[in-house]
């Protein structure tokens, strides 16, 4: 197990504490002197907002004070200091395709002008469910406004269609803000997730969890037949990255059948694998399918598809089921506006061509970061899922999702996102994830590459 160093230990991660100190003072006067507008706005008090920000993690960046963004095109965002930045967090997965594709400004000014929502279907709407179950293989399909919605109300159908009330999380998993998922592992016993704000019911009633990889754990977890789903990433993404170990999936899912368990796959990030995900790549077979985020090119939309068994279930269940909410859907779900840009996002944006451009520039990064950190001997490693990619503050590779939270470096990772950002590179602030879009150059991911090599040449000398 790795564990998280405090910056007041001798080394974190094979940096000396005193330098890594060092530099983060420095690089902070830096990006303060270059940004008096931005420092501007964050002295001018406050402004409305709780914390200040619309969101209160906008926040967790590491720099003195928020960027404040003036506008973004393709792979590069300018903040209201007129200084751009090549963009590799795009949105955390939100602009995984670029910003503001053409195919979907297009689409999303032809809609403006016809009305935004209708609670009604539109003919983009009707295009897209065909789409859908081309692209991903399952032949039903839903839409909903956030993963983290379509995530609850598939895991509500599971639980109708099995008559169970357990689902099973997979330590570290990350699922949107789906409450039965806040579950962790803490000595081998299950509890609520430390950080949760304001929960007063005990989660680990209806919520079993086992490690990622770990084939007998889960066959003890499904012994009891009493889980109506197992909801995972195929790849452990948002806690550092943790692939799966050969022949894992293909016993997740023998397992899940076996114990009459329906599996869902949720695809938010991981979609960073090909044009069907990672489902598609490899060949995997769910009963539940979600993907959000990037599915409408920055509109807030996503989708979850389940199978034919699901569907003939649900329909007795609708049909003998009493009047009145079910509680599965919201108002704004497939709004018309949506609903067009993910039509565009799957016909014109989605494409096998920018898969391929994704996946070339990602192998590139890959090789490049992995370089760097070889010549410096630091005892770090950098994995990838697509145009995925992540340095890991740890040796690796990492076997499953304690080991992964363990492998976090805070100070050290924020540092180094600092010195990233300094030197025109931004990427996901939660953790140290880039994505390639296929708007992302060649000379931007050299430029990244060069930015990590000067960060981490100055922390380890």
Not at 2 to 16: H, I, L
């Amino acid at each position: 197990m790795y564990r998280s160093d405090s910056v007041d230990a001798a080394k974190v991660r094979g940096v000396d504490s005193g330098r890594l100190q060092s530099f983060v003072a420095s690089e902070r006067v830096v990006f303060s002197r270059v940004r008096p507008r931005s420092a501007q706005c964050q002295a001018q008090g406050p402004n409305g907002y709780y914390a200040d920000a619309p969101m209160h993690w906008m926040l967790d960046w590491p720099t003195p004070f928020p960027l404040v963004i003036a506008n973004a095109s393709n792979a590069t965002l300018t903040d209201i200091d007129g200084i751009s930045l090549a963009d590799f967090c795009l949105g955390d997965t939100g602009s995984m395709f670029g910003h503001s594709p053409a195919p979907v400004v297009r689409a999303i000014e032809r809609q403006v002008r016809r009305g935004l929502t209708y609670m009604l279907p539109t003919p983009e709407a009707l295009a897209v469910g065909p789409l859908l179950r081309e692209r991903f293989g399952l032949p039903y399909w839903q839409v909903a406004t956030t993963a983290s919605d379509a995530n609850r109300f598939a895991l509500r159908v599971a639980r109708a269609v099995t008559g169970r009330a357990k689902i099973l999380v997979m330590q570290g998993c990350y699922h949107g803000a789906v409450d039965e998922t806040y579950v962790a592992l803490d000595q081998g016993k299950p509890v609520n997730r430390a950080g949760l704000v304001g929960q007063t019911v005990d989660l680990t009633a209806d919520t079993k969890i086992v490690e990622f990889n770990d084939v007998q754990g889960l066959t003890r977890a499904l012994a009891d037949r009493d889980v109506a789903c197992v909801i995972t990433e195929p790849v452990l993404t948002n806690c550092s990255m943790v692939l799966p170990a050969p022949g894992y999936h293909q016993a997740l899912r023998q397992l899940t059948r076996e114990a009459g368990t329906l599996l869902l796959i949720d695809e938010t990030h991981t979609i960073s694998t090909g044009p069907g995900g990672y489902t598609r790549a490899f060949q995997l077979q769910p009963d539940l399918f979600v993907l959000g985020k990037p599915i409408a090119g920055g509109i807030a939309a996503s989708v979850w598809g389940f199978t034919d068994h699901v569907a003939a279930r649900w329909d007795e269940i609708r049909q003998s089921k009493a009047d009145g909410h079910s509680g599965i859907g919201t108002t704004l779900s497939a709004n018309a506006l949506a609903m067009a840009a993910m039509q565009a996002v799957l016909t014109e944006v989605m494409t096998d061509e920018a898969y391929a451009h994704m996946e070339r520039l990602a192998v590139r990064l890959e090789a490049g970061l992995s370089g760097v950190i070889d010549r410096y001997h630091a005892p770090w490693h950098v994995a990838r899922v697509g145009a995925r990619i992540e340095f890991i503050c740890a040796p690796g590779p990492l076997k499953n999702g304690s080991e992964a939270l363990h492998a976090h470096a805070p100070a050290l990772e924020q540092a180094i996102h600092l010195g990233l950002v300094n030197r025109g590179c931004l990427i996901a602030p939660f953790h140290n994830m880039m994505l390639i879009c296929p708007a992302t150059t060649a000379v931007q991911v050299d430029t990244l590459i060069a930015a990590f090599s000067d960060v981490v040449g100055q922390l380890i000398a």
